[in-house]
Every structure is written in C-alpha cells, then in structure tokens.
C-alpha cells in the first residue's frame, strides 16, 4: 500500500476519526467514546511466550492502537481500542486479528506476574509491592494472577478500505473444515470486526460524522459512482485530508486543491476531471483546432466554453513545463 497506508494512518491518528469509526461499531454513531479520553499507544505490540522452557519471541505491528479512559465508581479503568486497515480483503482476517489480540492479553498478563515476587517456595508467598504486602497462594503465583485480578478488554476493529465486495471469511469458524459438525461446538469462534464501505446504507453515513462518513460515502459508490459528487453539495467543501484519502483510495484521479482553510471542492475537482477527460478524448477528432475542441467539450459536459478554455490552457502549461 506504501505512500497511501501512510497516508491512512496518519489520517486515523486524528482522534475523532478514530473514535468515530468505534461509536458507529458499537454505539450506532452515538458520541459515547470521547476523543480527549483516547491516549495513543505504542503499535509494536510484542510478549515471550514459553515454548517446553523454550523462551520464544512474538512481536506485531498493529495499524492503530488507543487506551480508552472511563470514570467507573471514581475508578479510572481502561479499554484498549485498535484499527486495522485493509486495502485488499484479507482472507486470513479473523486469525490475523485474533493473534494481535491474544498477544495483547499475554502481555497483561506478563506484565501482572513482573508486579509478584517470588520470595520463597512455601505454598503461602507473601512479599512487599510498593510498600504494599501482597499475599498469594501458590495457585496464584503459578498462574501468575490472583484471584480477582482483571485484564483489559481490546476491541479489534478491521476497516476495509477498498470499493469492491468483501467476500473473505468473519469469523474464524469461516475459516475451519470441520468433518463433523459436533465438533464445532468445542472449538472456541472469534468473530471479525468489520466495516465494509460497500455494506453501508445511505442512512450510516451520518452515523460517523462528516469527515470519516464522506470518506466511506465516496467508497461505497466507488470510481463508476462518484458522478454523483457534482450533485451532491456536501462535496463542495470538505476536509482536504479527507479528500485526498479518499481520491488515493478509491483511484479517482482527482487533481484535489486545498484551501487555506483546509478545505477541498471534489465537486470542482470531479468536474475539472471530467473537462480534462474530454478535451484528449476530443483531441482525436480536431487535432489542434482548440475551438472546436472548446465548443465540443463545452457542448457535451454542459460547461461553459471559457472555463473549459482556461482548463485547457492550464493543462498545455502544465504539459510544457513537464516536458522541458
């Protein structure tokens, strides 16, 4: 994906489009996740798992990854949120995720037991913890967790980006044969996290506020369908990362000009598009004759004569500067 993931990250790091992708998955769009609650988290998620004494290091690099802060009863608990972003469906989808996540509760895990010291092999272990005396049975100290001690819950979130059908797997059990279907019942399911653009309906949009719902509302019509953007008025400004996102993602091919306030017409750039297109195709016609070329373009798009001119014009200097 090179230039256009990293555009995506960056993209995602603004803490309102992340949270609006997470409100719509389990709120409905409603604002319960705050975006001055997230608290960015490293990516590189990493654990020793023990292997028969064999000590074995795992190390993933998720796409995004927030601490979410809530008040709980004047206790400040957390929940992990995470994003994945895929271009292309992935086929091994449930399985890549479920590994991130599991990663994640083996490092909890790891990093409770470094908290416990052993002190002595009695079946009672009581020893000093930032000047706290901990007691543990020898059970806990073996599971390297007391009894009562909680992990925090991650939430995987996979975000696919491409404009066509997703017709991977959503759920593990997606992905397994099983010869007798009995057996289904005894192997743990992990379900996928998905938000596909192509599955959204035209009332979701709103859901995820202007900037991510443009985003997916230009994913979801795809290139054969953004003609509608010329009668859409909510495309005449919008946020220009918005609009470069989407144009890279969705292979529009729009030349996207920002405003000083940040702000991009994809109206314009959809209708500049659409000019440009016809004034080579009508090139094959007239030759050099820009009149005529003029009036054409001018006839079929509706346009008028001397703004497709002035396109005209921009291009030939743009194609000379180039060439020289």
Known sequence: ????????KEYMKNPSN???LFNFLMYDGKPVIDPEKLTRLD?????????NGLKVPVQKYRDSLEAWSIMEDDNLVYVLLA???QSEVHYAGPVKDMIYDS???VDQVNEIKRKYMKTNAQSEISFENDGVKIHMTRAEFLSGLRKGDKLKPVVTLMIYLGTEEWDGPRTLHDMLYFPDERIKAFVPDYKLNLIVPR?????????FGTNVGSLLWILNRG???????????QFRSIDGETACLANDLAGLNLNIVIDEGGKANMCKAMEDHDIQTGIKFA???FGDNDEKIIQYVAHILSADPEYVRNIMVHDDVSTEATAS
């Not at 990516?43 to 292997?51: L, M, N, P, S």
């Not at 290139?223 to 008025?233: F, I, R």
């Open 223 to 233: 290139k054969a369908g953004v003609a509608d953007l010329l009668n859409d008025p």
């Open 18 to 20: 992340f949270a609006a």
């Open 103 to 105: 990663i994640n509760y």
């Open 1 to 8: 994906m090179g230039r256009i993931d990293a555009r995506t």
């Open 283 to 285: 090139r094959d016609f």
């Open 199 to 207: 599955e959204l309906k035209d009332e979701d949009f709103p859901k």
């Open 43 to 51: 990516t590189a998620e990493g654990t020793i798992i023990d292997q």
């Open 83 to 85: 994003e994945e972003f």
